[in-house]
């Protein structure tokens, strides 16, 4: 009998079932790009599902991103706002409640005096570009039929320098004007809008006389629209020679009889002199009002790279809240990603155990769970990033331009990342852990 007439062999068990081969990969397992394509399969195959488990971790980095530009932003206005109203500045004013450290003022007394600014005009003339004292009140400007509320100021010519605040068209006071007192003013934006009309040019009112009170004085300049309205603001000055104003507006004398100012600008030649010319400054002011105690002055002495200071000290406080704040919601939307995957792995258990039947290790089922854990936290923390940067630019809507900074973005997505990672672990070594013949029997 020849080969071809015997009997074919029965096929054993193990030729008999080749789908039940192990899967290509490494160990039979399903590899890293397996897992990768199961995993996204699951979390396209529920959009929904996958939105509302990512949406902790999307809101975290939202607020992250959102709050950090829209802060950033508003300390980068103010900032701006405070470098226009003159730089290197040092601002002398009468002590809050007859002490430098208290915090409410006891009572009107004022205890600069114009002798105190033209010292300080006088003693440090390398280090000083320009002084300036104030005074204002505010009274009713009138032109004809027109009137309205403004702020008189009087004050010296450096204030064009000192406080950044040139004129639009026409000129400022001189030295001259303010010595002979002359009648002569320079005004506002809104006090030219408001007595000449909305449309009305700047060279208009120039050689024009309004009445500040009951005194009239000769408009010689505007000042630019500093984009501000209502009273307070430097749109609605008034500004005039302080000689003038103390003998047309003022009668408040100090204790001495010297006339008296609110408070006095210094605008140092070098940012890197404010300190030490505030600490010359106050020495000066104290040998002049004779006060011994440093803690209970009758003047302070502010440095404006003090104030950018604070306001960045407040801002980075407030910064580290919010992020305090956004690291609580990333916490809580790693811990609804735990529960998903928790509820997933109970689902797909009967998955689990043909994946393992069919040679599937449990590192493997850990790495398909763990990707699956990484992508929904990823995802959400790119959506939480651009819907940051669309929420943050509905601050123009307030006034406030965002300013976006890489480093609170990129940390805001790792953290995302990593809280994926930490608590997709835990379902994931569950899954890894399942017995496959329990899990095949599993209904």
Known sequence: ????????????????????????????????????????????????RSVLTALGVIIGVAAVVALTAIGQGSTAGVTKNLESLGTNLLTVQSARGGGGGSLVRSGPRQT?????????????????????????????????????QASVLGTWPAYETVRNSPVETGAYFTDADNKSRKRVAVIGHQVLTDLWGEDAAPDQAIGQKVRLGSVSFTVTGVLPDKGATGFGNANSQVLIPLGTYL?????????????????VYLQAVSAD???????????????????????????????????????????????LLVGAIAGISLLVGGIGI???MLVSVTE???????????????????????VEASLLSIGGG????????????????????????????IVAFLFSALVGVFFGYYPAARAARLDPVDSLRYE
């Open 112 to 148: 600069i005096t114009v002798e105190d600014a033209e010292a300080l005009a006088t003693a440090f003339p390398d280090r000083v570009a320009g002084v300036a004292p104030t005074v204002n009140s505010s009274v009713q400007a009138k032109l004809g039929s027109a009137n309205t």
């Open 273 to 319: 002199d404010l300190t030490t010319l505030q600490a010359d400054v106050t020495d000066l002011l104290s040998t002049r009002h004779d006060q011994t105690d440093p803690d209970n002055l009758d003047f302070q002495v502010q440095n404006q790279a003090d104030s950018l200071a604070s306001l960045s000290s407040v801002t980075g406080t407030l910064t």
């Open 247 to 263: 003998q047309r507006f003022s009668r408040t004398n100090s204790a001495g009889g010297e006339p008296t100012v609110s408070s």
């Open 1 to 48: 009998m020849t080969a071809a007439d015997q009997p074919a062999e029965k096929p054993t068990a193990q030729t008999a079932v080749p789908a039940a081969t192990p899967a290509p990969g490494r160990g039979g397992g399903i590899g890293l790009g397996g897992a990768f394509t199961i995993a996204w399969r699951a979390i396209v195959g529920t959009p929904l």
């Open 348 to 370: 797909r258990t009967r998955e689990i155990g043909v994946r393992k039947a069919l040679g599937a290790k449990p590192r493997d089922i850990l790495t398909q769970f763990l």
């Open 338 to 340: 735990m529960n998903i």
């Open 382 to 409: 790119v959506i939480g990033m651009l819907l940051g940067v669309g929420v943050a630019y509905l601050g123009n809507l307030a006034g406030i331009a965002p300013v976006f900074s890489a480093t609170p973005m």
